[in-house]
């Protein structure tokens, strides 16, 4: 196995400046992140050229999707007289998803900067970011950026001597992980509850106010400065041919240094543990997410999966948020599933009869054989349920809740038969938590079975 | 005797309308309101900010606060409780000071989180949703908080308290409880529930120093970079994936007796690479 060294592996571009003074200035952003160079760069070009030199690039939607950016900029209908508007979705909720918060928080200039040109791009001259509203430290930071960029003449009226005028509204969620869903966030942020629209329309033809909408992923739209300023074939040298560029890869759990880690797409769980000091000292790889909790989990078969929409795809799950959750074999798979699907019933939007009616249902199993109070039939009811809520739900929550299920029924049915015929959890919740080695007098506690996991609901 | 003496009888009749807000307070308000639905092309986007502005006045969504929202947007009150109720981080009763919320989503709860709440919970003498009798602390157990990297989290004024404990989260609420100040770990110096959800309604805080608290983040966020920079992160020297493999060879890990007093891993415990090269077998045979 060949393995380079960290410095060659990584390409920090939108964390390149995380450890400098105060980041999340307009100075710092300026002076060495080469700030709004790609913003200049854009207002010399036409927005036509904009929209092809992103397409071009071959940027594609980090927030889950990995729809081609520029492609969304360009379905925008041009010459319609309707006002046209690009919103930002910072809701991140997706369970494991750490990415945007953390890049919002040390570098919200590389955001703004980014919705510049591509409100540039689209003709839009009124943008939105819709940002969870439960991280008031991202909230401040990002206000104070916006207030900024309008005071050094980046926003607001005639931007640079271009003629060209752009607002920005910063509007804070109020807790919904289905707002994440594009198009109910743009019902909730039309002041409503947020559920899903049917579609078509799609947000392109009637979004935002009925008019032609983009919403992007705050990492897309801050990965866009770069790509003015460099050039595509710059962006193109990084990753593959179709999933190209840079990543922020988002490493949590059971392992050594958790935590932001930006890659060319492609790059391996396996490279990403060696570097980083693997899994925690003492204990194995068991179970792992690609990107949140709805992608088909992983196991140790699949290190070397390229982590990129092809690679992870062909695997059978999905790059999702590059979100690598890491779990060791202290950890319970039937806890963390059903721990997962009461996480997916409480935030059902309740518009739908398959994910409202069927997430009830499934958590209703999933505690059942949790508790050692399952039967063998329940588990081929619970993928009967998944079966009928899998591409039958209005919305992506829907099909989400079942990835957990059905892939840890796929590699771990075991363990699932192992609670029906104990009658209880094999597992200690104990020695799972980060305290556990740090705790214990002695190790063999943490061994031996126990039925009242206290903790659980 | 049925129970129907003690119940009160209802009569069919419709519920009164909401007292109004005070009109000082009202006037202050609709000014506040004005400027934030300023900010919209069409003034019902601006319901969640306002639904945070009169939580900020009260502490939480009272049936004034919904009439107020609804005077202000030409909306019923009925629609305006339909959303105000969607959204979880609209508090329906009066709630403490501090609203401290413990992620037991499943990598936090597996992580420890589930402990932390548990502890919590009886540290406080209070359950799920409820308030100290001071009137100091709510808890809530709350979902992800694209905090994973520093799991186990919890939130305190939706501020980052991040790679708690339970001894850690104990003391927090016995800091906030007793009035000290305290500073997340990403985040400015805690202020109050209502103050909080002012900023949230779209008002910027203003405290000196706020916004350059605490930096740019904590060892994961730099996590990367350091590496990309050459420089090695903690229990990097040795240490490669534990592949199943070679699982049968570290079986007298963690877990028995004298764990705790094991020898360190070397890179003799790593058959792949082995340190010496006389000694092709390595010296693993414990």
Redesign the interface.
């Known amino acids: 196995?060949t393995t380079e060294?960290?410095?060659k592996l990584?390409?920090?571009v939108l964390?390149?400046t995380?450890?400098?003074h105060?980041?999340?200035t307009l100075d710092t952003y300026r002076s060495r992140a080469d700030g709004y160079r790609g913003l200049s760069a854009a207002l010399r070009m036409q927005p036509d050229e904009v929209i092809a030199l992103v397409k071009d690039a071959g940027l594609r939607g980090r927030g889950g999707a990995g729809f081609p950016t520029g492609m969304k900029w360009q379905f925008i209908p041009q010459g319609d007289g309707k006002?046209h508007y690009l919103v930002v979705n910072a809701d991140?909720?997706?369970?494991?998803?750490?990415k945007?918060?953390?890049l919002l928080?040390?570098n919200p200039h590389s955001l703004i900067e980014g919705m510049v040109i591509a409100s540039y791009a689209i003709r839009c001259n009124?943008a939105f970011v819709y940002l969870?509203?439960?991280?008031?430290?991202v909230?401040?930071?990002l206000?104070?950026a916006v207030?900024e960029a309008y005071a050094a003449g980046l926003l607001g009226k005639d931007i640079q001597g271009s003629g060209f005028d752009l607002d920005i509204?910063?509007?804070?969620?109020?807790?919904?992980?289905i707002c994440g869903e594009e198009t109910a966030l743009l019902d909730?942020?039309?002041?409503?509850?947020?559920q899903p629209r049917l579609r078509p329309p799609f947000p392109a033809i009637a979004g935002l106010?009925a008019c032609p909408t983009v919403v992007n992923n705050v990492e897309s739209i801050a990965s866009v400065p770069a790509i003015l300023h460099r050039g595509k074939e710059w962006f193109r040298s990084m990753g593959s041919e179709k999933s190209p560029g840079f990543t922020l890869?988002?490493?949590?759990?059971?392992v050594?240094?958790?935590?932001?880690?930006?890659?060319p797409l492609g790059v391996t769980l396996?490279q990403l543990?060696?570097?980083?000091?693997?899994?925690r000292?003492?204990?194995?790889?068991k179970f792992w997410t690609p990107g949140g909790?709805s992608t088909p989990m992983f196991t140790?078969e699949h290190?070397d999966v390229p982590l990129d929409y092809e690679g992870v795809g062909a695997a059978g799950s999905m790059l999702g948020t590059k979100?690598l959750?890491v779990?060791d074999e202290t950890?319970c798979v039937v806890?963390?599933v059903t721990?997962?699907t009461e996480?997916y019933a409480?935030?059902s939007?309740g518009k739908c009869t398959p994910c409202r009616e069927g997430t009830y249902w499934l958590v209703q199993l999933m505690r059942r054989i949790e508790s050692g109070e399952g039967t063998q039939a329940d588990l081929d009811k619970l993928l009967d349920l998944c079966d009928n809520i899998l591409g039958r739900a209005f919305c992506a929550l829907g099909d989400g809740a079942t990835s957990p299920i059905t892939s840890s029924l796929q590699f771990f049915r075991e363990e699932y038969e192992q609670h029906i015929a104990q009658r209880g959890c094999p597992f200690d919740?104990?020695a799972?938590?980060?305290?556990?080695?740090r705790t214990?007098?002695?190790?063999?506690a943490?061994?031996q079975p126990v039925q009242e996991k206290?903790?659980?609901a | 005797m049925t129970t129907h003496e003690t119940e009160p009888v209802g009569l069919g009749m419709p519920a009164l309308p909401a007292p109004d807000f005070p009109a000082e307070v009202r006037a202050r308000l609709e000014a506040d309101a004005k400027e934030l639905i300023g900010r919209y092309p069409v003034a019902r986007s601006a319901l969640l900010p306002l639904l945070h502005l009169v939580q900020a006045e009260e502490g939480y969504v009272s049936r004034t606060g919904i009439r107020f929202c609804a005077e202000q947007l030409e909306l019923t009150t009925a629609e305006v409780t339909a959303v105000a109720t969607f959204y979880t981080m609209y508090r329906r009763k009066p709630a403490g000071k501090y609203h401290v919320g413990v992620c037991t989503n499943t990598l936090c709860a597996v992580l420890g989180g589930d402990q932390i709440f548990a502890e919590l919970k009886e540290h406080l003498g209070i359950e799920n949703n409820e308030t100290t009798e001071d009137g100091a602390v709510s808890i809530e157990h709350i979902e992800c908080n694209a905090a994973c990297d520093y799991a186990p989290v919890m939130m305190v004024n939706w501020e980052f308290f991040d790679n708690q404990t339970p001894e850690s989260a104990k003391r927090l609420v016995d800091d906030l409880r007793a009035g000290h100040t305290v500073l997340p770990t990403r985040g400015a110096a805690l202020c109050t529930f209502k103050e909080t959800a002012r900023i949230l309604a779209g008002f910027p805080d203003e405290r000196a120093g706020a916004l350059n608290a605490s930096g740019a983040g904590g060892a994961p966020s730099l996590a990367g970079l350091r590496l990309a920079r050459g420089e090695a992160l903690p229990g990097t020297g040795s240490a490669k994936v534990v592949s199943p493999r070679h699982e049968a060879e570290k079986s007298t890990g963690s877990g028995t007796p004298s764990s705790h007093d094991a020898p360190q891993e070397t890179s003799l415990s790593d058959p792949a690479h082995p340190a010496d090269p006389a000694d092709p077998e390595g010296s693993e045979g414990r």
């Not at chain 1, 991140?92 to 750490?98: L, M, N, R, Y």
């Not at chain 1, 543990?273 to 899994?279: A, D, I, Q």
């Not at chain 1, 000292?281 to 790889?285: P, S």
């Open positions: 196995m060294p960290p410095e990584l390409t920090p964390s390149a995380w450890d400098e105060h980041p999340w006002p991140e909720s997706e369970p494991g998803t750490c945007d918060i953390p928080f040390a009124h969870r509203g439960e991280v008031v430290p909230l401040r930071r206000q104070a207030a509204t910063v509007h804070a969620g109020a807790g919904a992980y909730s942020l039309e002041g409503r509850r947020g106010y890869y988002s490493l949590s759990g059971h050594t240094n958790p935590g932001q880690y930006e890659a396996r543990l060696e570097m980083s000091g693997g899994v000292e003492g204990h194995r790889l909790s140790e290190l979100a959750q779990f950890t806890r963390a721990r997962w996480f409480h935030e939007c919740p104990a799972s938590t980060v305290w556990a080695g214990a007098v002695n190790g063999n943490t061994r206290g903790v659980l």
